[in-house]
């Protein structure tokens, strides 16, 4: 399994779009590159922590590979917005491309000049190899699955 995290707003929304995806065998919610060890999520919220609020995804690239994976992140962010995702606004709701594998920052890449080519404004997505990472607390986990009716700012009915 390959894996990748990415940063695009409220991690709740991300989480749950991308376990819909065929080829996504896990997924979790948490911190990452951000100055701060084992932040909480109050902390993150102060946006003095570094932290992005990211989902780490766990993909069979047999089934999807990470060019796809990333062409469905472009659809439900705005990379030209600073540090803001929907209603959402604060430094942990920039978004990101926090990569494990080295191997995977051409795709990246090409994948990020690509989407650029849609855009007047340039692309502030970050591209870095992920620093730090930290699970969010338990209660964040499969938040929109254990509370169907949470705050999305991701339209997932778009997806089904």
Request: some cysteine.
């Amino acid at each position: 399994m390959k894996e990748i995290v990415l940063a695009g707003g409220c991690f709740w929304g991300v989480e749950a779009y991308f376990k819909r995806i065929n080829g996504v065998v896990d997924t979790e919610v948490g911190y990452a590159n951000g100055h701060v060890e084992n932040p909480t999520y109050k902390e993150v919220c102060t946006s003095f922590t570094g932290h992005a609020e990211v989902c780490k995804i766990k993909y069979d690239e047999g089934v999807i590979s990470l060019k796809e994976l990333l062409n469905r992140f472009w659809k439900i962010i705005d990379p030209t917005a600073i540090n803001r995702q929907g209603p959402d606004v604060g430094h942990q709701y920039r978004s990101g491309i926090f990569y494990v594998d080295e191997q995977d920052l051409d795709t990246i890449m090409k994948s990020k000049e690509e989407e650029a080519q849609k855009y007047q404004d340039d692309i502030v997505t970050e591209v870095e190899a992920l620093k730090s990472y930290y699970p969010a607390e338990e209660y964040h986990q499969k938040y929109l699955e254990k509370n169907p009716g949470g705050y999305c700012h991701i339209d997932l009915s778009k997806f089904d």
